[in-house]
């Protein structure tokens, strides 16, 4: 009887996994049916499409192929196979690229890394656009339903968004649950209203062949090329699929794509097409809410606020998880991370980032005012970033997996063509709302790349100020008289494994003292998600034993958060030179305080923005989770 049951446990345990991706994995793509169609065809687009036959059939054709092409072939079919041991998304990328035991030149590799960073910078502008687009989509289904009601649309809009970022420090691990069925409620929703559109018009299913999107894209008018920026909404949240392959798993996702995901929002589409094809006139108010019976346009305008919160939460909550790595891998400052969920680590929530995005997301809902002029700005950021993750793809095939470079640049060749003409599509929106993606990325960009340049600079000239570690406790051990030793145990928080800490410098230079016991802990990052316990210390007598100093250097990956009482219970269970006093710990951090200066190293604009930057940088005792009342702050200055 068990085997059988174990059987049938293993399919239900697939079924529910792929149902808890719906509701995280694919909100933002699945709510691209609300408003794709409609910005193709709307009349106040820079390069309008009119509506025709011909056009019809070429646009549905080329938004299946593009679903197709860019989803199914480059994100399920290839990127998805590049994983950091099981963790996916571009951060994973760069970490991949900078691995030290990777082939190439250590200029490609910073170039590569660069590239992905600004990657992720454009994922924050994505990240602005999301819930203001998604939301204002589905609340503009009033106009549709109550034409009256249209003023409203704009304050309902910023009122859901405001509750959505203001419940963000609850975490979403109660309400997490409801994300699956309800988006499975979603999909078969559109899919049924769809596939109702399809039955009228069963001629609409023609629009499948290529030849029409081929057609329609090399049209003498060049209607088709400008197309193209819109048609890219169908594949807006494409990335989420590999960001959070982590979290479910390649199979669960692939499913959850092939068999729910795709089928609904194609036949979503076509309905649109055929509802548009036979009444032109319902591109004025909404082709997806036309579509739908009229006693089912109120609860579905409910469904799909509901469905657009869902995808704006998945979006946000990838802002916090890409903001927590970027902490990580040295570019961003540390900010304060609060664990929202005992039970999910990927729960968390950044305070800072979440007024951040909130002031953006308020602010593009009252500048734009509708769902059709954002999307002029919505595809800059999506499809510069899918064109930078195949690019790191590609580099990852040839160097990490020695492929033949043959197979390589031909691939490549296909898959960036394609990225990139809806790309340079997209950039004939520019001076029509596609600048503002762009130039958050660039703002977010300039500010990661200068905090870590910035960073390297002052650990450079900390580490000059700590001077060598062995020396210094060879200097200790030869003190005549010994240096005064205390009861207790001292942790002594390093940034490096080579110097002294500047608080223990201080104690020993200054006060003449030194606890019995002493840890120099180094934390270091490593380009992994995660690091087993059993692999986290390696621990070193620094050459005296039974001088009760010892350093422990801790390794995290770059989606945890340091935990340093932990590490030192773990030293201590690990076996030390002497026992450990862990009730009677005192921890000791090393504050810097920066001035800029006009020394060289980098331009003083970049100098002022880092001095900026570290502003907000939380405090160390909470981000290392050290208790409060016996963590004791010692400070330096440094001119850079």
């Not at 954002?374 to 950021?381: E, P």
């Amino acid at each position: 009887m068990s085997a059988p049951a174990a059987g049938t446990a293993r399919p239900l345990a697939r079924s529910a996994v792929a149902l808890a991706a719906l509701g995280v994995v694919f909100g933002d793509i699945g709510t691209s049916p609300l408003y794709t169609v409609q910005t193709i065809f709307d009349p106040s687009d820079p390069h309008p499409v009119a509506v025709s036959r011909e056009s019809v059939y070429g646009v549905i054709s080329l938004i299946f192929w593009a679903v197709t092409a860019i989803v199914t072939v480059q994100y399920v079919i290839l990127v998805m196979r590049a994983d950091n041991d099981g963790e996916g998304g571009i951060m994973a990328l760069i970490a991949l690229v900078r691995r030290a035991g990777m082939p190439g030149t250590a200029r490609t590799k910073v170039l590569l890394a660069a590239l992905g960073i600004f990657g992720a910078s454009l994922f924050f502008g994505d990240s602005m656009i999301t819930p203001a687009i998604s939301v204002m989509s589905a609340v503009e289904g009033l106009d549709v339903v109550a034409p009256s009601l249209s003023a409203l649309i704009v304050p309902i809009t910023a009122v859901v968004i405001v509750a959505l970022f203001a419940g963000q420090r609850f975490g979403t691990h109660a309400v997490g649950r409801l994300f699956g069925p309800v988006m499975l409620v979603w999909f078969s929703a559109i899919a049924a209203c769809g596939l109702n559109g399809v039955v009228k018009h069963p001629e609409i299913l023609g629009a499948l062949s290529p030849t029409h999107a081929i057609t329609f894209l090399f049209s003498s008018s060049g209607v088709g090329f400008f197309a193209l920026a819109a048609v890219v909404l169908a594949v807006t949240g494409a990335e989420a699929l590999y960001a959070d392959m982590g979290h479910f798993g390649r199979g669960p996702i692939t499913r959850a794509w092939l068999f729910v995901v795709f089928p609904a929002c194609l036949l979503s589409y076509l309905g649109q097409g055929a509802l548009v094809l036979h009444d032109p006139g319902a591109i004025a108010k909404n082709p997806f809410f036309v579509l739908i019976p009229h006693w089912g346009r109120v609860p579905m305008i409910l469904l799909a606020t509901a469905a657009t919160v869902i995808a704006s939460q998945a979006v946000i909550t990838g802002a916090f998880s890409l903001t927590r790595q970027a902490i990580q891998l040295g570019y961003l400052p540390r900010l304060r991370i609060e664990q929202t969920s005992e039970h999910s680590y990927g729960q968390i929530y950044v305070p800072w980032i979440n007024w951040a995005l909130l002031v953006s997301v308020l602010t593009l809902v009252f500048t734009f005012e509708s769902s059709t002029k954002l999307a002029f700005a919505y595809g800059t950021a999506v499809t510069a970033t899918i064109s930078i993750t195949a690019t790191l793809y590609f580099y990852l095939v040839r160097r990490k997996w020695r492929r033949p470079l043959w197979l390589v640049i031909a691939g490549a060749v296909v898959i960036l063509s394609i990225d990139l003409a809806f790309f340079a599509a997209n950039l004939t929106k520019v001076f029509h709302g596609a600048w503002l993606p762009l130039l958050i990325g660039l703002v977010v960009y300039l500010v990661m790349s200068t905090w870590q340049q910035g960073r390297r600079i002052i650990t450079a000239e900390r580490e000059g100020a700590e001077g060598t570690l062995r020396e210094f406790v060879d200097e200790i051990a030869a003190m005549d008289p010994p240096l005064l030793r205390v009861p207790g145990t001292a942790v002594f928080l390093n940034r490096a494994q080579h110097t002294a800490p500047l608080a223990m410098r201080t104690n020993v230079e200054h006060n003449k003292t030194l606890h019995r016991h002493v840890l120099i802990l180094s934390l270091e990052t490593l380009p992994v998600p995660f690091v087993d316990d059993a692999d986290r210390l390696t621990i070193d007598d620094l050459g005296h034993r039974d001088d009760g100093i010892s350093l422990v250097n801790a390794r995290y990956g770059f989606k945890e958060t340091p935990n340093v009482p932990h590490v030192v219970q773990l030293a201590a269970s690990a076996g030390l030179e002497t026992p450990l006093e862990i009730e009677d710990t005192t921890y000791y951090l090393s504050k810097i305080d920066i001035r800029p200066s006009h020394r060289p190293g980098m331009a003083m604009w970049r100098k002022r923005l880092f001095h900026a930057t570290s502003r907000i940088t939380s405090d160390a005792s909470d981000y290392f989770g050290l208790p409060r009342d016996r963590t004791i702050i010692v400070g330096s200055r440094i001119e850079f």
